[in-house]
């Protein structure tokens, strides 16, 4: 009896031992910069690549439409774009309404038929990353897109994604307050040089149908001062959630793209419906810190900016934040779609069309006033801060955070 007693004192030693030893593994080898992908986030992603596959049909339409056109054209035309892009080739008539098509050349407006087409003349610009239109608003979409040739007719190849740019094009100004700084103060960035790595990154992102725009100490900066705010330690931008892409992480992750994952706070999940706010409460976000892989070492946080709506109705946008501890906070903010361009140091960056607006929420009243870096903090500092949303374990903590020489 004692035999058997002893055999499974032995025997249940060992099973604790072995489990002990399971929690360990997991604990010091668990791969934190793995995204966990679940099946609600494959149909997410299996409809957005749907929606964005997009490629040019009714070719019969454009070989039509290059007869009548006797000089070089772009076709900007949103809606004969979208049925191109969709291949709805019965939508498309070319006398109903005038086909809008733009030129770099004002002379070749002469000789442009306008009772087919609506001409608007386009500025290339060597020294900016951007196309400048000039429509009634004034226009910008990045220049890095490619077209397909019908005659004398430029048609983008990726008409989704051209769509994307001319809803977003709407160019917007910076209040350009002249910032009166104590001399001697530390300059942590320059201005020229992280504009540039930003219009890297956003093209790097574009390639994955993410759209970022300026948010939070980079939206002040360049609405307040026409640059990216000298003493600052980063760049921000956002993307929201129903555009994030996997892939961007993973290329990063596996040293196939140009820039690397340095930092990964919290776990992506797709947005819910409003019919469902109590689960979207619980929610994780995500946040990223990525740098170039070479080039000038500028750090961009990138946070994923999801919608809900107040009791009373009002929509809203809102971004996660994670404390060392474990206490993850929310930032809300008035809806930033629509959204425009705008131009930082010769470079196109997308924004919230109410600028001022949003940062008034963020920073109050007295935003326009410089407060140095080392008195600012990112969870004390500003008014749309909410506290003890939730708060993680260690053990949480370490699914939760990716750290790759991060600070």
């Known amino acids: 009896m004692r035999f058997k007693i002893h055999r499974l004192l032995v025997i249940l030693a060992s099973s604790i031992g072995f489990l002990l030893l399971l929690i360990c593994y997991h604990y010091y080898f668990y791969d934190s910069s793995v995204i966990l992908i679940d099946e609600k986030w494959r149909k997410v992603i299996e409809k957005r690549r749907a929606e964005t596959n997009e490629s040019i049909g009714c070719e019969d339409f454009l070989i039509k439409l290059e007869e009548k056109v006797k000089v070089p054209v772009l076709l900007i035309d949103m809606s004969i774009l979208e049925n191109i892009g969709k291949h709805q080739c019965n939508q498309l008539k070319m006398y109903d309404t005038m086909i809008q098509v733009a030129t770099d050349s004002r002379k070749d407006l002469n000789f442009i038929n306008r009772n087919i087409f609506k001409p608007y003349f386009f500025k290339n610009d060597e020294l900016k990353d951007y196309l400048e239109f000039d429509t009634e608003p004034k226009r910008i979409i990045p220049k890095n897109f490619e077209t397909v040739k019908f005659g004398n007719i430029a048609v983008p190849r990726k008409p989704f994604r051209f769509r994307k740019f001319w809803e977003s094009s709407r160019l917007i100004e910076c209040a350009n307050r002249t910032m009166n700084r104590k001399e001697g103060q530390k300059k942590r960035l320059d201005p020229n040089l992280a504009a540039f790595e930003l219009s890297r990154l ?97 750090v961009t946080d990138i946070f994923m900016m999801y919608e809900d709506k107040h009791k009373n109705g009002t929509e809203f946008n809102w971004i996660s934040g994670l404390c060392g501890d474990g206490e993850r906070l929310r930032y809300h903010f008035p809806l930033f779609s629509p959204m425009c361009s705008a131009d930082l140091h010769g470079h196109l960056v997308w924004t919230t069309c109410e600028p001022e607006k949003v940062i008034r929420h963020e920073y109050g009243e007295k935003w326009y006033e410089d407060l140095p870096t080392r008195n600012y903090s990112w969870y004390q500092s500003i008014k749309n801060v909410e506290r003890n949303v939730e708060w993680f374990s260690m053990w949480d903590m370490r699914k939760l955070t990716y750290m790759n020489g991060y600070g």
């Open 202 to 298: 956003r093209d790097l992102m574009v390639r994955y149908d993410m759209y970022p725009f300026i948010s939070e100490g980079t939206l002040l900066g360049w609405y307040r001062e026409c640059s990216i705010i000298p003493h600052t330690q980063d760049i921000d931008v956002s993307v929201m959630i129903n555009e994030f892409n996997p892939r961007f992480v993973d290329d990063m992750r596996e040293e196939r793209s140009t820039f690397r994952l340095i930092r990964r706070l919290g776990r992506v999940r797709p947005s819910v419906s409003t019919s469902q706010q109590s689960e979207l409460l619980q929610l994780d976000a995500m946040e990223l810190t990525v740098s170039p892989s070479n080039g000038y070492r500028v």
